[in-house]
């Protein structure tokens, strides 16, 4: 039986398989395409896994995450045939993945690996492919990554777990092997970002209009004036590549970079950073490439002043027990990013709490900024803090805000224990009973392919599960006729 099947292949296969070089093969060849000097090592239904292709996976494994174990050759080849024929129930079930779906999914990974070069052109370099190459070359296997994905949600959808599932899970692993946690914090916060004055605000606005004036008339030009100008010191002049798929990205900048054409300016327009105008510079598909120039009305004391006593308020009516701390945060806080730089979704979002990119809510210390660390220390379970003025990002110093902290939970360093860690119990439960209920789907739909394995691997780790569930062909390899 099909023991533990680690669908890390088609979870992280997707980054994989754009770590090429100019002329590398990555492909899952149907009969027609194969190269006359590879030699065949699997075939399931109508799709070939080729020498070629398991050892070009095991580089890139090996690249990825460091020595391989000695069996890596045949979890590997494993995981590829588990990919395939997940593939091949998810088009037999018509599950829905479309084609746009699949060309969002590429700009994705294409956009990660621009950004990971530095420019599309040097990514080309190194790549030795154009875009457009990329994604011709890569359509087919991405769309299957999808569809293996589809398939494996549909089947471990309806797996749950009881809690008394959870307790014989946890019992059964031998005490000496349960980790020890360093203490972990749960933390909420509810931002009120100062308001500045309308007069203020309608300088800052003709100022920007000014400069515009000056770039379209052609006085200056936009990444000049953007250098002398614009309060987003990270990229002063310079191009910035934006990728509308994402959604890491303030809503009204990307609306207002993709209404324009390659070389038009903005009208001034306001963000949650502060008044832009921005220059297209190139556009292609979801990726825009421009510049802009940010100018943030300054914050006086007295706006500081009314924003410590707003939250001076919302703070009384929580410690009071007039509002909870969640409601308090979706209601007030103007912390709403959609989603940070991290990954991770605006506290706003969260009912006020701090999650990491898993959507865990326990954190070390060394997870949060410093300010709010040194906030804790004086904080109490339960406790929330007063208001405090902090520059949520250093790079924009002008750009204050005022926050209040609640300290939710703080546990001791400790062995796990049902008690404190249920949570990632459950999870690692959960985990399991989905390995189980995955390699039992395996058990039962392998003999409803096309199976065939050289005799080289067909007795080779976890993949003699497979060979018990199909018959032989009388030359080593397992053949069982499609249904």
């Avoid at 006359?36 to 690249?63: P, T």
């Avoid at 990728?243 to 890491?248: E, F, G, L, S």
């Avoid at 979002?349 to 660390?373: K, R, W």
Wanted: some cysteine; proline content about 5%.
């Amino acid at each position: 039986m099909i023991k533990r099947i680690i669908l890390f292949f088609f979870l992280s296969g997707i980054a994989c398989l754009f770590a090429v070089k100019a002329g590398a093969q990555n492909y899952v060849y149907t009969a027609g395409d194969m190269p006359a000097a590879d030699k065949i090592v699997a075939i399931i239904g109508d799709k070939i896994v080729l020498k070629s292709d398991l050892e070009s996976m095991m580089v890139k494994e090996e690249q990825q995450y460091g020595k391989l174990p000695p069996n890596a050759e045949c979890m590997i080849l494993e995981q590829m045939l588990s990919t395939n024929a997940l593939v091949l129930q998810a088009q037999i079930d018509s599950l829905p993945v479309s084609d746009d779906d699949v060309e969002q999914r590429l700009d994705q990974r294409i956009n990660y690996f621009i950004s990971l070069y530095g420019s599309q052109q040097k990514m080309e370099q190194v790549v030795g492919m154009s875009i457009y190459q990329i994604k011709e070359k890569f359509r087919k296997d991405i769309k299957d990554q999808m569809l293996a994905q589809a398939e494996h949600d549909k089947i471990v959808k309806t797996v749950t777990v009881t809690p008394t599932e959870v307790e014989s899970y946890f019992n059964k692993i031998p005490k000496d092997s349960l980790p020890f946690f360093k203490s972990e914090v749960e933390v909420g916060q509810i931002v009120i970002k100062p308001k500045p004055d309308p007069a203020v605000v309608q300088m800052t606005i003709g100022q920007l209009n000014d400069l515009r004036q000056q770039v379209i008339s052609g006085k200056q030009s936009f990444e000049a004036m953007a250098n002398l100008y614009s309060k987003d010191v990270a990229t002063g002049g310079k191009i910035l590549t934006i990728d509308r798929t994402q959604h890491m990205y303030d809503p009204q900048f990307v609306a207002a970079a993709f209404r324009l054409k390659n070389g038009e300016v903005s009208p001034v327009f306001k963000s949650q950073f502060g008044y832009h105008i921005i220059q297209m510079v190139s556009r292609e598909g979801n990726i825009a490439k421009v510049r802009h120039i940010l100018l943030i009305p300054p914050i006086t004391s007295i706006d500081i002043q009314k924003a410590e006593n707003k939250l001076d308020t919302i703070r009384n009516n929580i410690i009071t027990g007039k509002m909870d701390f969640a409601d308090a945060a979706t209601t007030y806080s103007d912390d709403d990013a959609l989603q940070t730089a991290d990954g991770t979704p605006g506290t706003k979002n969260t009912g006020g709490l701090f999650t990491m990119p898993d959507g865990s809510t326990l954190m070390t210390v060394s997870d949060l900024d410093p300010g709010i660390v040194l906030m804790l220390d004086t904080l109490k379970v339960g406790e929330v803090s007063k208001p405090q003025v902090y520059t949520p990002n250093p790079q924009m110093p002008d750009q204050q805000s005022v926050r209040i902290v609640l300290l939710r939970s703080r546990s001791k360093p400790h062995r796990e224990s049902l008690q404190e860690d249920y949570s990632k119990i459950q999870a690692e439960a959960l985990q399991l009973k989905q390995e189980n209920v995955l390699s039992e789907w395996f058990n039962k739909h392998i003999p409803m392919f096309y199976l065939h394995i050289d005799p080289q691997y067909a007795q080779c780790g976890d993949l003699k599960d497979w060979v018990k569930n199909a018959r032989s062909d009388g030359n080593g390899g397992m053949v069982v006729s499609e249904k």
